[in-house]
């Protein structure tokens, strides 16, 4: 079974620091690496992918990948409370798998 | 909006109903996909459609039954349908089942169907 695994959290941060979320598969054949932000009550939305090992930047969001480790993370600079919600991690085969993802709680 | 449009947002029946939902892309996409969101565990891909032409079926019960008219519409059909079987409905499109290194490739979805199962 390919299975994507997340920490749930939930995860609390202060505003203004750094969040960082981890993710790691088990198919490693997997390419395609994505974040998407899921706010309460509404559906996810992309917010990052990556193909190549290394890191790869947004704006506030940095996604790193490690094929070798297995292991995708996000790291959201300057944290704001419009940050807070879910943050689902995807990857790609043939199909898209998704992690069960974890609670982002960024307090003023 | 997303693009990807989802009608009921709400839906509660019996477990001898029938209901359908339905999903409608604006996006060109040529891939489209019925997921389950269950509380705390991971979206569950149910179907996948590419090009009208239904390619995966991840082992689902036949009591919900996909039907893909054309590339922009998207239908789930639901009959004697279980308690256990209440949850979101997510249905998304993508623009190609096997472009996978377009920037461009992350799958867009609807707002979802919340299904309670009574």
């Known amino acids: 079974q390919k299975e994507v695994e997340q920490n749930s959290g939930p995860l609390s941060v202060p505003e203004g620091a750094i969040a960082s979320l981890n993710c790691t598969y088990s198919?490693?054949?997997?390419?395609?690496f994505f974040w998407y932000r899921q706010y309460s009550g509404k559906s996810p939305e992309l917010i990052m992918s990556?193909?190549?090992?290394g890191d790869k930047e947004d704006g506030r969001f940095t996604a790193q990948l490690n094929k070798a480790s297995q292991y995708v993370s996000l790291l959201i600079r300057d944290s704001q409370p419009s940050d807070s919600a879910t943050y689902l991690c995807?990857?790609?085969?043939?199909?898209?798998?998704f992690g069960a993802g974890t609670r982002l709680t960024v307090k003023p | 909006e997303t693009g990807v449009t989802q009608t009921p947002r709400h839906l509660v029946m019996g477990m001898t109903n029938k209901k359908s939902l339905k999903c409608e892309q604006h996006?060109?996409?040529?891939?489209m996909y019925w997921y389950k969101q269950s509380a705390k565990k991971p979206l569950e891909l149910m179907f996948v459609?590419?090009?009208?032409?239904?390619?995966e079926n991840n082992s689902v019960p036949s009591r919900f039954s996909p039907e893909c008219p054309n590339s922009s519409h998207l239908f789930l059909h639901l009959h004697t349908l279980q308690p256990e079987d209440s949850a979101l409905y997510l249905c998304a499109s993508s623009q190609d089942w096997l472009k996978q290194f377009s920037d461009n490739y992350g799958y867009t979805f609807g707002s979802g169907t919340r299904l309670t199962v009574v």
């Open positions: 996006l060109g996409h040529n891939a």
């Open positions: 459609y590419n090009f009208k032409e239904q390619t």
């Open positions: 995807a990857v790609r085969d043939n199909d898209m798998r």
């Open positions: 198919d490693r054949g997997s390419q395609s």
């Open positions: 990556i193909y190549s090992n």
